[in-house]
């Protein structure tokens, strides 16, 4: 804590509970948020009249705001003039002279995430069609042919982290489709070494001992970082050179031109784009296909009928995009599961002017985080709001600020639509297939970062499908009880 705030926002007292609330909100923001929203309304400041940094590049804020509900997600998500987003390693983001060693950290999870204005509408404007839908139906056939051979290595009634299964599936998909490289061999090594670098960057010790001393975590962080930086340059440098077939999303980049200019992406440009659309592409996909894929092996009338549905239309065989339009159950059991499992729970912005949101006066260099999670367990709007149920999307559109997983306004994902297919592709193969059944008694836990994950894992035993639906039910524990009804 620094310096008292002018900010007048409701919110508990800065002192003692100011602190331990800022500790807490590090741990458990999802925990905190609903506390703080349950006791204060709406919008609620994290320590009143003080100014923490929670998550923000910024060094210094006029303190912490939490903000739920549909139309105060709408005003800050499209008042891109007042609210900017910042870089998503956040204090860890390198300052206006960095070091040599800390240099790759200006591309390192960065891209369209932490431009604004002119910036960011140029960048999308190059960016978009390589993710246009004709592009994204395209990846359909090595999506399936790597979730078939990830299907291949599962023997009947073996354990497996579902969650850690995932994790491989759409880090080899996310590097064969954005880099058009062997995702077994190149793609993984740059997928892991770009993941172990964003799991250090929200580790406690990298953040409060910034020292590049021999050994420190801060200084480990670096040398990956700086590895990425120069797998990615070689990347680059071997495209330029004319290696691959260039259907890949960083061929595409690196062909685009700005139809307004004639402007193309700096190769700086392109490190931070591609860095930041594994990141963005990878960690959100796994997370999304592990809750689901949880939340049906615990409700066993749904997935009963989801494998109804899939078997009817598809007779075992992967669908193919023309088909997975006819398949309505797959549709709401995946947007179900995005609402109450949402794997963004949260979006960020900073306030570079004075606005009002909810009666409440938001002064400049105030953090703002959005809470998608609470927003999409409103009563008002999700009756039972805690409670997994797809039909609730029969014949509703609840619209986009109040089902917001993949944010909205001009920030609106600009990998959705790909997301949503490999989601839709991956579970439609694997169910036609197998019954997946969670380990008795296993604990499952949230951990909340720039994205909501399960710790330590998923263990599931994989079983031919042979609608047991009913086996492993029931007698999970962990803290994600608290977020949906389970039995």
Request: glycine fraction near 10%; include cysteine.
């Amino acid at each position: 804590m620094t310096a008292a705030s002018a900010l007048t926002i409701p919110g508990p007292p800065a002192r003692l509970w100011g602190y331990l609330n800022l500790i807490r909100a590090v741990r458990d923001p999802i925990g905190v948020m609903g506390a703080l929203f349950s006791a204060y309304g709406p919008v609620v400041s994290l320590a009143h009249g003080a100014r923490p940094r929670l998550f923000s590049s910024y060094p210094r804020t006029e303190g912490v705001v939490f903000v739920r509900g549909p139309e105060l997600l709408r005003r800050v998500a499209t008042e891109g003039v007042i609210y900017h987003r910042y870089h998503l390693v956040g204090p860890l983001a390198p300052g206006a002279h960095p070091s040599r060693r800390q240099a790759p950290l200006r591309y390192f999870a960065s891209g369209l995430f932490d431009m604004n204005g002119a910036d960011h509408r140029r960048a999308r404007r190059l960016m978009l069609p390589a993710f246009h839908r004709r592009r994204v139906d395209g990846y359909r056939d090595q999506m399936v042919a790597l979730t078939e051979q990830l299907a291949a290595g599962w023997a009947p009634g073996q354990r497996v982290d579902l969650h850690h299964a995932m994790t491989e599936l759409t880090m080899q998909i996310v590097t064969g489709a954005l880099f058009g490289v062997d995702p077994h061999s190149t793609g993984r090594r740059i997928g892991h070494t770009i993941q172990r670098a964003m799991d250090m960057s929200f580790n406690t010790a990298t953040i409060l001992f910034q020292r590049d001393w021999p050994g420190t975590p801060y200084s480990q962080f670096l040398d990956t970082v700086g590895q990425i930086e120069d797998e990615m340059r070689r990347l680059i440098y071997e495209k330029r050179l004319g290696t691959g077939d260039g259907n890949d999303v960083l061929a595409m980049l690196m062909a685009a031109r700005d139809e307004e200019d004639g402007s193309v992406l700096s190769e700086e440009d392109l490190l931070s784009h591609a860095e930041l659309l594994f990141i963005a592409g990878h960690e959100t996909s796994s997370n999304a296909l592990a809750f689901t894929l949880l939340l049906l092996s615990q409700h066993p009338a749904v997935c009963a009928d989801l494998v109804d549905e899939l078997e009817g239309a598809l007779g075992g065989a992967p669908p193919s995009v023309e088909q997975l339009r006819d398949l309505p159950l797959l549709d709401r059991v995946v947007k179900e599961s995005m609402r109450v499992l949402p794997p963004v729970p949260w979006n960020s912005r900073i306030a570079v002017a004075e606005d009002e949101l909810g009666g409440q006066r938001i002064l400049p260099a105030t953090e703002i985080l959005l809470s998608i999670y609470h927003t999409h367990h409103l009563a008002e709007i999700y009756p039972n709001p805690e409670r997994f149920d797809p039909a609730r999307w029969e014949g509703q559109d609840y619209g986009i600020f109040a089902y917001n997983p993949f944010s909205g306004g001009p920030r609106m994902c600009i990998g959705a639509s790909f997301a949503t297919l490999e989601m839709k592709l991956v579970l439609a193969t694997l169910l036609q297939r197998f019954r997946f059944e969670l380990v008795d008694g296993a604990t499952v836990n949230r951990f909340v970062g720039p994205t909501m994950s399960l710790r330590p894992g998923l263990p599931m035993r994989v079983f031919p499908q042979d609608r047991q639906f009913q086996r492993g039910v029931g007698g999970l524990r962990g803290n994600l009880r608290e977020m949906v009804e389970l039995p």
